[in-house]
Every structure is written in C-alpha cells, then in structure tokens.
C-alpha cells in the first residue's frame, strides 16, 4: 500500500524527546512548550503563540477569544473541514456561507460582501490544499466593514502569499500539527496573534481559565487544551527542517503534475497564482464531467490496487448534524457540492518517493477510465 500520508521525523525529534524524558519534563509545563511557541510565531510573523492541543482546539479557542456570541454571524466557507464551525455551533452563533472558487477551491471572496449584516462579528478565512485565499482583497472587505478576520491556516505552514507568511493576517490565526501537515507533533496546533489582550484570553482558555490569584475558582469555562512538552520537543524539531520539507512538498506536486497534465478528464490543482506558488499539502484531483465515475468509484478503484486515497472535504451545509441543528435549509452551493462530489487526493505525503508517485500515476492511467 502506499499511503495517502507518511510523515519524516529526520531531524532532531531523538534528541528533543530524550531530553523531555530525562528532565522529567513531560507535562505542558516542560521549557519546549514555550521555545516553540516563541519560534513558531516569529517564523509566521507573529508577536504570540499558542500551543494547544489539536487544530480543532485552536479554532475553538479563537471563536471564543474574539467575544462571539449567540445570535451573532460568522462568514466562512462551505468547503471545509467541520471543525470550523464547532464553536461556531456550539455557543448558537449564525453560520452564514460562501461557495468555493472554481480553479482554486478556495472561498469566494466575490460573494462575501453581499452576506455581511449588522450581525457578522467575523469573517473565516480557510486556505485550501496547497493555495492561500486572495487575501488582498478579502482584507480590504473586512477593513471596509470593521470585521475581525479568523484565519484557519492550518494546511498552509510555510506557506505565504505576496511573500508574507500565511497566518500573519488575521486578527487571530490558527494552524494544525497533525501527522499529515508539515510540521507535525502527532496531534497539536497553535493560535498566533499580535494582540496581548487575545493571547491572554487564549492562554486562559486552553489551561480550563484558572486564576492566577487563586487556583481552582473559575469565572469562565474554558478547555484543557494543553499541548505536552513532548508534543512541543517534536514540533520545534520538525519547525528546523521547515524550509526543506516545503521544498520537497512543491517537487511532489510538480512532478505530479508533469506526469497527469497530459491525461485527459482531471483538473489538476492550481500551480502558481500571481500572489503565491502552490505548497500542494495535498495533491487533489477533480474528475471532469467526461468522467463517467464520481470520487467515491475512483478511490475503490485505486484501493484495489493499493493507492491510498481520501475524499475532498463534505461541504458544510450538507452535514447531517448540521442539518439537524436547523441550518442552511434549502441552502446550495454547486461548486462546493461538485468538488465533494467529484474531488479526491493522491498519496502526497513527506515520506513519498519519486517512484512511488510514478507508480500511482501509471495506476490512475490504467483505472480510472
């Protein structure tokens, strides 16, 4: 089999990790904790960092920081991962949605303005695959308007657009570290700000917000969303080798694309915008409409023969437990429904060889008719 996703642990992870258990300093009070906070937020071009526990966690801690609450409107794509809308859901503010662009299957940002009301306390931005959102002119709608941006960049570390690193834009930004980004601390993330105020709030609220006059009485609910000194020993391990993992992810992508650009009946991800080169975190294919079989026929066709596959996100106004919850009733949003429909990504992970990728191209040739 070859898997969708191999992460490398070639650099200094060992070290850091004996060093973790030969200290004692296991728990998230250990010293890694804060050493790659601080390296990771410089890195991104922030003044705070972070650490929490999961990519999900770090959303869930920016929607709370910012003072959302329920009634209250939140902006954000359909195309993307649930954990978007968590809290979202959870605190009963209003989910409003845009629909994705066609070539770089990141939001609209044509259809933004005209969704913004009284109500909208924030915008969401989510980078997609491998390719940062327009953020120019979506900045200067929330400019425009006074409306705080969230970012979720957790598949764009390393990433930048117009030369700025991605997660340097939003009011609050996140990112994830689970085995399959580029940096990785087996489950993890982090939340980057330039605002005191808010890294405060996020410190409070990954540490369950205890006090610091008195432990255990609490004025606010907040989560244990600690990251390990373990978990952060790994990740600062992994930030040293950024630069050349990024490198080898735009080879995976670029090759790729050199071998199917010539097959019929795909579209292929979008290279190279004029504000950024694709990072490719994943190399998704989108069947055409020539294609006879939709995403879900291709992937079990490439199972068979030992590729691994995953499906594009499910759009989020066609979740079940979304709909449950009364939402986005009678809501449509095609070109959303047509990459889950038709979308799908190929073993694109740090640990792929360059034969293997020959190998998985030579497979979709021969099945995928």
Same mark, same amino acid.
């Given at each position: ?15 850091? @990790? ?64 649930? =954990? ?88 609050? =930004? ?29 410190? =409070? ?39 050349? =993992? ?12 050199? @071998? ?55 759009? @989020? ?21 047509? @990459? ?30």
């Amino acid at each position: 089999m070859i898997p969708v996703n191999t992460p490398t642990l070639l650099g200094n992870e060992k070290q850091y @990790l004996l060093e973790c258990i030969e200290s004692g300093w296991i728990s998230s009070e250990g010293p890694f904790v804060k050493q790659f906070e601080e390296k990771f937020s410089a890195r991104v071009g922030r003044k705070y960092g972070i650490a929490v526990s999961s990519g999900t966690a770090a959303l869930d801690v920016a929607v709370e920081s910012l003072g959302i609450q329920k009634g209250d409107e939140v902006i954000l794509p359909t195309f993307t991962i649930i =954990s978007c809308i968590h809290q979202i859901a959870r605190i009963g503010a209003i989910p409003v949605l845009v629909d994705s662009d066609p070539e770089t299957w990141n939001m609209d940002i044509s259809q933004i303005e005209s969704k913004i009301t009284e109500k909208t306390k924030a915008i969401m931005a989510v980078h997609i695959y491998g390719l940062p959102v327009d953020m120019g002119p979506l900045l200067k709608i929330c400019e425009k308007h006074g409306i705080p941006l969230i970012e979720d960049a957790a598949e764009m570390i390393g990433q930048t657009y117009r030369e700025k690193p991605c997660g340097s834009f939003g009011e609050i =930004s996140t990112f994830s570290f689970y085995p399959n980004k580029h940096i990785t601390t087996g489950e993890g993330g982090m939340v980057v700000t330039d605002s005191e105020e808010l890294a405060e709030k996020c410190r =409070s609220l990954r540490n369950l917000c205890f006090q610091n006059k008195q432990r255990f009485i609490h004025e606010q609910l907040g989560w244990n969303y600690r990251i390990t000194n373990l978990q952060a020993a790994i990740g600062l391990a992994q930030l040293e080798r950024l630069d050349e =993992s990024i490198a080898r992810k735009r080879e995976i992508g670029r090759h790729y694309t050199a @071998l199917l650009s010539e097959v019929p009946g795909f579209q292929l991800p979008y290279d190279d915008a004029d504000y950024a080169k694709n990072i490719f975190w994943v190399y998704g294919l989108v069947l055409m409409d020539e294609r006879l079989c939709e995403a879900k026929t291709a992937m079990n066709l490439l199972e068979e023969s030992n590729i691994g596959t995953r499906p594009f996100f499910w759009p @989020l106004h066609k979740q079940p437990v979304l709909r449950k919850m009364g939402f986005f009733k009678n809501q449509t949003f095609p070109v959303a429904e047509k @990459l889950a429909h038709r979308g799908f990504y190929i073993p694109s992970g740090l640990g792929l060889e360059n034969n293997q990728i020959e190998e998985v191209v030579t497979i979709i040739k021969e099945k995928i008719k």
